[in-house]
């Protein structure tokens, strides 16, 4: 039995999943459930997750409202001894702005925790069925974006990331594809045959997937029709699905043990 995942006069931060619905968490799930306001992030929230809500459950979308707004609706709902759920798309904790939430809900005095979710990244794999750490090709996994109106720290270029290699997964940058593939460029390591996937709305419906190299990957997104909502992963481990996997796992190797298996 699992108990009562939600305290009244708290805020619950809870990462909705990419889309599917059945991608939130079941804590996820059970907070909606029970929550008296919720306030979700409107463009990407599937609001299939909201007919989870109780009748006398008051929601808003946040989409149009500043963060005063936001905390205007929240800190009083939770002051007054609510179960308020903030629902974020995939996980809270990536371009979320959670934090400055937080912040303010710390100086009102106001408890919270966070529930994680799927962020876009897994469900994106998830759709390719493509594991984005392979022995030999990459060990390493980069989440970032491009600069917007939201500018990223300088060291933190594309171009400066590009020098590690390893799988990329960007965010919030598919609108700006000429100028994420020049930069992957510059950095030295991927080259114009570098495998990209273009994965839009990640496991919803109207989910589509454009795969090309960093040669013609812009032209085919472009044509695709795709500007917004949409994740740029980026590396040789893309290879594997057509290629196959050049070594094979330690974990699962047959003369490798571990902690939970005798050598045979
Ligand atoms: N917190 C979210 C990210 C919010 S930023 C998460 O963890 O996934 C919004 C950006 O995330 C979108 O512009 C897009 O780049 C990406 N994104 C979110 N959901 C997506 C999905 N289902 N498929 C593809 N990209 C998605």
């Known amino acids: 039995m699992i ?20 991608l939130i968490t079941l804590k996820g799930l059970k907070a909606l459930q029970q929550a008296e306001l919720v306030v979700y992030a409107g463009s990407l929230v599937n ?10 459950c008051v929601i808003h979308d946040s989409a149009p409202l500043n963060l005063g707004q936001v905390l205007e609706l929240m800190i009083p709902a939770a002051q007054a001894g609510k179960r308020v759920v903030r629902l974020h798309t995939g996980d809270p904790a990536l371009y979320g702005a959670i934090q400055e939430q937080m912040e303010a809900l710390d100086a009102a005095g ?22 984005l750490t392979l022995p030999g090709v990459s060990q390493t996994l980069v989440l970032t974006r491009m600069a ?7 060291t933190e270029d594309l171009r400066n990331i590009a020098r590690i290699g ?26 114009p045959q570098t495998p990209v996937a273009v994965v839009y709305r990640a496991s919803w419906p109207d989910e589509k997937i454009v795969e090309g190299s960093l040669t013609d990957i812009a032209a085919k997104v472009e044509q695709a029709g795709i500007s917004r909502q949409a994740l740029v992963l980026v590396g040789e481990v893309l290879k594997a699905r057509t290629q196959g996997v050049p070594e094979k796992s330690k974990l699962y190797d047959a003369d490798f043990a571990h902690g939970y298996r005798d050598k045979l």
């Open 3 to 22: 108990e009562k995942t939600t305290i009244p006069g708290e805020v619950l931060f809870v990462g909705a999943g990419p889309g599917d619905p059945e």
């Open 110 to 131: 106001v408890n919270y925790r966070v529930i994680p979710g799927v962020t876009a990244t897994f469900a994106a794999a998830a759709s390719l069925k493509q594991e």
């Open 47 to 56: 609001p299939a997750l909201l007919d989870e809500c109780r009748d006398d």
């Open 166 to 191: 390893g799988s990329l997964c960007l965010y919030l940058s598919v609108g700006m594809m000429d100028k994420l593939v020049s930069e992957l460029l510059v950095g030295g390591i991927f080259t």
């Open 148 to 154: 917007g109106r939201t500018p990223v720290p300088a």
